[in-house]
């Protein structure tokens, strides 16, 4: 584990227990990590693991060639957390889980834990975390696509579905990592940052209400996103996040000029440190005023929403390389990330698309406004996280002809919006009656959209696998 300290301040040899929360792909990373630094360390500390959704015998399966202590399952208890001075969160497992003891454990994840790694193995590697209500999976997948094409040696992971620890065996072998970092990956470190090495650039995407079920309010979520800036070199924000962060993390920022200018306008009214989308001879570009400019009309990321991820990432890249300038390629080699507004298929001239990674309603607002000119079949529910559905309203009434609901949730969210005019609102038993029915009522030209709003965790074991049922659904259809 190589841990000189932790947020604690405990050092590896002080440590008795770890227990792992969460047996899911970064718990056995976890795992897998840990018991080779045993191997290494000789017998300094145990391992012991909890998790509530799989039975002792499930974990001893999974984990039948480590040494492990304990097994629990069941609800938490304070007894399988006593005297254990570390615990390791998975980033999918809620710190309340452990905050409900009113305890002050020391909490280690696997970001924090590959951190504290390269900060005791020297090496050149460039960290690039990203952080943000929305967009985080597209920004990093963007990013590591631009870092490839422009000849780095770069990996994306994390929050994204795979761990840094899983990368720390072939660290010789790239040169930058671009970090998904969640909220419930920051919270433990919201005081002072991550401990270990510094990461290089810090990206802020965009703050909208979310996880509002974890974060005890808007301002303890904002303070967990904070944790990032705090733990980095170079921060690149969104322009609208300003008024709400210190002015010490004021440094590089991107934003949306809705105004057309010309070029020199552009570059008469922006500073070094700003990067600016706008219109530039019906064209959009994203600009700033240290040589550099990139057309961005031909890019697969459509939408004001991406327009701000791909200028975060070149502003992230650009704090490692002003070099590079081929930048034309990038933009029109890059795909769609998986499950964001991500078209399955055209049945008779009705498009369905799969917006699984919609977990709150400003991610469905940017779908809906991807789709503005078009009439939607909008399929949404799932457990809203206590959420507030209300600023979809004033979407759903512009191009919304029915609206299908599913999941716990679905009937409180169709009081919210019961009174919308001309809006047909049905509840549904699961996602193939939802796509059925809307697959019935769908002419040609019609878009029938998948993009919950909500957490799929009612109902799927994460939004990848809903998103995966929803394109078993669509390709089962028959013209």
Same mark, same amino acid.
């Given at each position: 584990?190589?841990?000189?300290?932790?947020?604690?301040?405990?050092?590896?040899?002080?440590?008795?227990?770890?227990?792992?929360?969460?047996?899911?792909?970064?718990?056995?990373?976890?795992?897998?990590?840990?018991?080779?630094?045993?191997?290494?360390?000789?017998?300094?500390?145990?391992?012991?693991?909890?998790?509530?959704?799989?039975?002792?015998?499930?974990?001893?399966?999974?984990?039948?060639?480590?040494?492990?202590?304990?097994?629990?399952?069941?609800?938490?208890?304070?007894?399988?957390?006593?005297?254990?001075?570390?615990?390791?969160?998975? !980033?999918?497992?809620?710190?309340?889980?452990?905050?409900?003891?009113?305890?002050?454990?020391?909490?280690?994840?696997?970001?924090?834990?590959?951190?504290?790694?390269?900060?005791?193995?020297?090496?050149?590697?460039?960290?690039?975390?990203?952080?943000?209500?929305?967009?985080?999976?597209?920004?990093?997948?963007?990013?590591?696509?631009?870092?490839?094409?422009?000849?780095?040696?770069?990996?994306?992971?994390?929050?994204?579905?795979?761990?840094?620890?899983?990368?720390?065996?072939?660290?010789?072998?790239?040169?930058?990592?671009?970090?998904?970092?969640?909220?419930?990956?920051?919270?433990?470190?919201?005081?002072?940052?991550? !401990?270990?090495?510094?990461?290089?650039?810090?990206?802020?995407?965009?703050?909208?209400?979310?996880?509002?079920?974890?974060?005890?309010?808007?301002?303890?979520?904002?303070?967990?996103?904070?944790?990032?800036?705090?733990?980095?070199?170079?921060?690149?924000?969104?322009?609208?996040?300003?008024?709400?962060?210190?002015?010490?993390?004021?440094?590089?920022?991107?934003?949306?000029?809705?105004?057309?200018?010309?070029?020199?306008?552009?570059?008469?009214?922006?500073?070094?440190?700003?990067?600016?989308?706008?219109?530039?001879?019906?064209?959009?570009?994203?600009?700033?005023?240290?040589?550099?400019?990139?057309?961005?009309?031909?890019?697969?990321?459509?939408?004001?929403?991406?327009?701000?991820?791909?200028?975060?990432?070149?502003?992230?890249?650009?704090?490692?390389?002003?070099?590079?300038?081929?930048?034309?390629?990038?933009?029109?080699?890059?795909?769609?990330?998986?499950?964001?507004?991500?078209?399955?298929?055209?049945?008779?001239?009705?498009?369905?698309?799969?917006?699984?990674?919609?977990?709150?309603?400003?991610?469905?607002?940017?779908?809906?406004?991807?789709? $503005?000119?078009?009439?939607?079949?909008?399929?949404?529910?799932?457990?809203?996280?206590?959420?507030?559905?209300?600023?979809?309203?004033?979407?759903?009434? $512009?191009?919304?002809?029915?609206?299908?609901?599913?999941?716990?949730?679905?009937?409180?969210?169709?009081?919210?919006?019961?009174?919308?005019?001309?809006?047909?609102?049905?509840?549904?038993?699961?996602?193939?009656?939802?796509?059925?029915?809307?697959?019935?009522?769908?002419?040609?030209?019609?878009?029938?959209?998948?993009?919950?709003?909500?957490?799929?965790?009612?109902?799927?074991?994460?939004?990848?696998?809903?998103?995966?049922?929803?394109?078993?659904?669509?390709?089962?259809?028959?013209?």
């Amino acid at each position: 584990m190589d841990i000189k300290k932790t947020s604690q301040s405990s050092t590896l040899r002080e440590i008795e227990h770890i227990l792992i929360v969460g047996l899911g792909k970064s718990g056995l990373s976890c795992v897998n990590y840990l018991t080779k630094q045993i191997e290494f360390k000789k017998k300094l500390f145990e391992i012991s693991v909890y998790d509530k959704n799989k039975i002792v015998k499930e974990q001893k399966n999974l984990l039948k060639n480590h040494d492990i202590k304990e097994f629990f399952t069941g609800d938490i208890k304070f007894e399988f957390i006593d005297k254990k001075s570390h615990i390791f969160l998975s !980033p999918g497992v809620s710190p309340a889980e452990v905050n409900k003891f009113n305890q002050k454990f020391s909490i280690i994840n696997d970001i924090s834990l590959f951190l504290e790694h390269l900060s005791n193995n020297s090496n050149n590697l460039k960290v690039i975390g990203i952080t943000g209500t929305n967009g985080k999976t597209t920004t990093c997948l963007f990013l590591e696509h631009l870092l490839i094409k422009s000849g780095y040696k770069a990996k994306a992971s994390g929050n994204l579905g795979n761990s840094p620890l899983d990368l720390i065996g072939k660290l010789r072998d790239l040169e930058v990592v671009v970090l998904e970092i969640s909220s419930f990956q920051l919270n433990p470190f919201k005081k002072n940052g991550f !401990p270990g090495k510094e990461i290089d650039v810090g990206v802020f995407l965009n703050f909208t209400e979310d996880h509002l079920d974890v974060h005890v309010s808007m301002d303890d979520y904002l303070q967990s996103k904070l944790a990032l800036l705090k733990s980095s070199k170079r921060q690149v924000i969104n322009a609208s996040l300003l008024k709400k962060i210190p002015k010490r993390f004021n440094d590089i920022t991107f934003m949306h000029k809705d105004e057309k200018y010309t070029e020199n306008q552009i570059l008469e009214k922006i500073s070094k440190e700003k990067y600016i989308i706008c219109s530039i001879e019906n064209s959009k570009f994203i600009i700033n005023n240290n040589d550099f400019e990139v057309c961005i009309k031909e890019s697969k990321l459509s939408g004001d929403h991406n327009e701000l991820n791909i200028a975060a990432a070149f502003a992230a890249f650009r704090c490692l390389d002003t070099t590079f300038s081929n930048y034309h390629d990038v933009i029109t080699s890059f795909n769609m990330a998986p499950y964001r507004i991500e078209c399955i298929r055209n049945v008779n001239g009705i498009k369905f698309y799969n917006d699984s990674k919609a977990t709150n309603a400003a991610s469905t607002i940017a779908a809906l406004q991807f789709f $503005k000119d078009k009439n939607i079949f909008l399929i949404a529910g799932g457990d809203s996280k206590q959420l507030s559905m209300e600023p979809l309203k004033k979407y759903l009434n $512009k191009n919304v002809l029915h609206l299908f609901l599913i999941g716990k949730d679905a009937l409180v969210i169709k009081k919210i919006f019961d009174k919308l005019n001309n809006l047909k609102i049905s509840i549904c038993n699961d996602l193939a009656v939802a796509v059925n029915e809307a697959f019935d009522q769908a002419a040609a030209g019609d878009i029938i959209l998948l993009s919950p709003s909500c957490s799929s965790h009612d109902m799927y074991r994460n939004y990848i696998e809903r998103g995966e049922h929803f394109n078993k659904i669509v390709h089962s259809l028959k013209n």
